[in-house]
Structures are given as structure tokens and as C-alpha cells.
């Protein structure tokens, strides 16, 4: 992504989102603002990709992981979380959507400034009131915790982060960099999702998703990190995370598509993961 432009995977992941409202009848997760917020242009090409078949795989995985974020927030508010923090957010809606206000959640929202302009330019083409605090952030560059901070950000209280649609197109090290910000501190955890390395993918399975990885490569925004479940595991234990949910693509079929469970790991794919710091009480 280049620095002064926003980011094209955050403009096609929200046409997903919008085009799951028809498609798909928002049989996963329902959004009233998924397409009030794109422009015209960006819809008509949202719902025109969702014609094509391929699309379909994707376009629900999106919807999948959006709304296993909102489920981990509602059992986090439940048990008492105030403050929620969307990294990499793009056109993300949970600061319309807040069903928690009321509650007195606070929502966070942090981007690259390119990307976060865009977003605000979008939210007042729509007539849109946002209830939330933008921070804007390089993740690369910049502390993470000191920019939080600087918005009204309380670093000793307990937080939910969701990170969406991002760990691919970071560094190694700036990933496991967040994790363990994440993991010292006051409390709750992280929800984010990823994609394993294409070797452990199955014959099949790998040509899509090297597919994938040309695709999003020629926009400029191409995949760095891909992470093994069993690996990333051991990892976040060591860091300090002491419950880990993790779903891959047979664990979200059996949660959000009505499929049967499975036993074992099933096939390689993309992953959404929860992980806490304490396992939930």
C-alpha cells in the first residue's frame, strides 16, 4: 500500500461485506451500513464480482470473520469490556453499528492516515455520524500504545482488539510486535484472522489461493506473513495468552454454514482466532 493512498484490499473487503448483504441475504452478518458507506462506483463493482461464483468463498469468509469479532465482543461486553480497538479498520461499521453504546462502549479505530482520510471522506459523503475515536497509525513506524493514549485510550483498563484483514501484508516482526503489546496489557485479548503457508494446503485448495496472492500482489499489496496454526499456537502461549480459539476453514463451516463437524485439523486455509490473556470465566 503506498503511504499516500488508501488501501485497495480495505475497498474490496468492504465490497464483500456489501455485496453479502444481497448475495448472500446477510445470512452471516448483517450490516445496515455495509452499503450505505461505499460510493457508488465502489458498489457497482461489489455486486457485479459478486456474480462471478469464485467470489463466493471469499466473500463469505469475510462475512464469517466479522461476525465472530462481533460474537467475541458480545461475550467481552457481558463480562464488563468498555473499550474496543479496530486496527486496520477501513470501512469497518462497528463504530455505526455500536449496539453497546448505551453500555458506554468506546471504540477505537485505528489506520494509516490515507487509508483512515479516506474513511472519514466516505462517512461524510454518506451523511454518516460516526461514534468513535479515529487514531491514526503507521504501524510500522509508530508506537502503538503512546498514539492509543494520546486519543483517551485507558492502557490499564481491559480491551478487545480486532484485527482484520491485516497480518498478511505486515512484517514478521511487526505482527508478533502487536501480539505482545496486546498480551502485557491490563487484560481481554485479540481477535484477528490469517492464512497458513501455501504448502500445507492441499493440491486444490493451493491454486486458489495462490491465485489469491497474484491477485492481491498486482495491487500493490501483496501477502508477507503466513502463519502455521500449530506454530502460531506455541507462539501466542510463550507471549502470554493462555486461551486460544482458533478457526479454520472446516470450524467456520460447522459455526456460521451448517456443515457437520470434523474431527482433527481438516484442510489448510484461512483462520479467525481469539486469543485471551485468561481463559473466559
Known sequence: MEGKEPSRTARAVAGHRAAHQIADHGSVFRDPYARVILDEEALAEADARALNPSERTFRLFVAARSRFADDCLAAEVERGLRQVV??????????????YRDLGLAVFEVDYPATQAWKRERLAAAGLAADL???PVDFEREDLGERLAAEGFRLDQPALYIWLGVVPYLERH??????????????????????????????????????????VAATGEPWITLLDPDELATALTTIGFQYIEDLGPAGMA????????????????????????????
Do not use: C, W
Not at 86 to 99: C, E, H, I, K, M
Open 86 to 99: 479496530v486496527l486496520g479498520a477501513g470501512l469497518d461499521t462497528l463504530g455505526l453499528r455500536n449496539p
Open 254 to 281: 460447522a459455526r456460521y454454514f451448517g456443515a457437520a463437524p470434523q474431527s482433527g485439523k481438516g484442510d489448510a486455509g484461512l483462520h479467525i482466532l481469539f486469543a485471551r490473556q485468561t481463559p473466559p470465566v
Open 174 to 215: 511487526t505482527v508478533f510486535s502487536l501480539l505482545r503489546f496486546v498480551a502485557s496489557g491490563a487484560g481481554t485479548g485479540i481477535v484477528f484472522d490469517y492464512s497458513e503457508p501455501l504448502e500445507n494446503y492441499s493440491p486444490e485448495r493451493r491454486a486458489r489461493a495462490e491465485a489469491m496472492k497474484a491477485k
Open 133 to 135: 475515536v479515529f487514531v
